[in-house]
């Protein structure tokens, strides 16, 4: 037990310093392909991070040999989103609060484009809702609506790349970790600690997720349990990293688009592959789990949507997955 803590706090600092290169090289290539803070958090940061639950539901869906472990893959993809629409946002909240204690002036607001955010969350619920709905009915050609959600995702990327803003400004970045004497630093170099990031990243991620498999087995923690809240908190571990960075940075609008867009990714890609490898149903902690997801996107969504979002109702979201978290527990060990 004593090794499995050490790897799990040690790979949970390595994940946080790999995340330190990964902001600073995927901003330099956001503005090397002259893309605004927006696009960058929602597309290129997005797509990086969301690879280690990618990979978590592709390796169980594809390759579990039993039910159970194919019951891991769905979990997960069904817990990511959950933990992104609770946590990731609350711990932004929490983080921007503890940022801003002390100042007299507009302590609570959200400096971010929360039209566009607003726009996220109502794209990220019709999604939601149709691979819901899909999971209450069994139909011979289900799998083949999991084309679906691939080509909803290139479209959502289409649409933030043409909607974009003034492109990041090299004065706003600091200087590139492998080059910091370069004031201009070449798209390759940014691009090499980029990849070089995510490559460490998913590797202890990967074993941060062993280590909390490990404590879940310890804590008797059943399969479904770690599928829907142990799993995603870890998968999801590099996202929450690099919101923190990038607040301490004070850049929340990139840390709010890394969530937004990695959403956008949950909501789709392991989706699409649960359902082409899986019959895709789910039963009521799974359903429970989209209940919660759902509610969450709904408060956040009338919030952006009239530009009303602020520091504690961001803060405020993650108590909803305190809630789920007790349901679990209620429904598998009462």
């Known amino acids: ?16 310093f790999a995340c330190e290169f990964f902001v600073n090289g995927v901003e330099w290539v956001g503005h090397r392909f002259q893309l605004g803070a927006t696009a960058t958090g929602t597309v290129l940061a997005a797509f990086g991070t969301a690879l ?40 932004v909240g929490l983080a921007l609060w503890r940022s801003r204690r002390g100042r007299a002036t507009q302590a609570d607001c959200i400096n ?13 619920m019709g999604i939601f809702i149709f691979k819901v709905g899909l999971g209450l009915l069994a139909f011979a050609w289900k799998p083949w609506l999991g084309i679906l959600f691939l080509v909803t995702y290139g479209l959502y990327v289409k649409r933030e790349l043409s ?34 990031a995510l490559v460490v990243i998913a590797g202890a991620s990967h074993v941060f997720v062993n ?73 009521a902690p799974l359903l ?13 969504w009338m919030r952006f949507r009239r530009s009303a979002m602020s520091v504690p109702a961001l803060s405020a979201v993650g108590g909803l997955y305190a809630v789920f978290a007790a349901y679990l527990g209620w429904h598998f060990y009462v």
Do not use: C
């Open 1 to 16: 037990m004593f090794l499995t803590l050490f790897l799990f706090f040690l790979s949970a600092a390595v994940i946080y």
């Open 52 to 91: 280690p639950e990618s990979a978590v539901t592709f390796m169980a869906v594809v390759f579990g040999e039993t039910p159970e472990q194919k019951d891991i893959g769905v979990g997960a993809a069904m817990g990511g989103p959950l933990v992104l629409a609770t946590l990731a946002y609350a711990v």
């Open 112 to 124: 971010a484009d929360q039209r566009r955010l607003a726009r996220d969350q109502a794209w990220f």
């Open 163 to 196: 909607n974009d803003e003034a492109s990041l400004d090299s004065d706003d970045l600091e200087p590139l970790k492998l080059r910091p004497r370069d004031e201009d630093p070449s798209m390759f170099w940014a691009v090499t600690q980029t990849l070089l």
């Open 211 to 283: 280590q909390i498999e490990v404590l879940g087995v310890a804590m008797g923690a059943s399969p479904h349990v770690a599928a829907l809240l142990l799993a995603p908190v870890a998968t999801e571990l590099p996202e929450i990293m690099n919101a923190l960075i990038w607040v301490r940075q004070g850049k929340e609008r990139l840390a709010l688009a890394n969530i937004s867009g990695a959403m956008m990714i949950q909501a789709t890609i392991p989706s699409a592959l649960g359902i082409f490898m899986t019959p895709w149903l789910l039963d």
């Open 288 to 300: 429970a789990a989209g209940l919660f997801t759902m509610l969450s996107i709904g408060l956040l």
